[in-house]
């Protein structure tokens, strides 16, 4: 490779500052106070914005039972 093609490690540092991941957003679901995946129904209770929308799933405490 010459040295004009060659490509210092600051300039590749540089360029991959932005590869970084995020952490997901969360927020507080109103009905049990879980957090969860925005614009997401909860898992737990399976609300989305007040109103539920998904079947409560049964606890494995239940299904014994």
Do not use: F, W
């Amino acid at each position: 490779m010459s040295s004009r093609m060659r490509v210092t490690k600051g300039h590749t540092r540089n360029r991959r500052s932005h590869h970084a991941l995020d952490a997901p957003r969360l927020s507080v679901c109103s009905n049990c106070e879980a957090y969860h995946l925005r614009h997401r129904a909860c898992q737990e209770c399976g609300s989305y914005k007040g109103k539920q929308i998904l079947a409560k799933k049964a606890s494995k405490t239940e299904e014994t039972a």
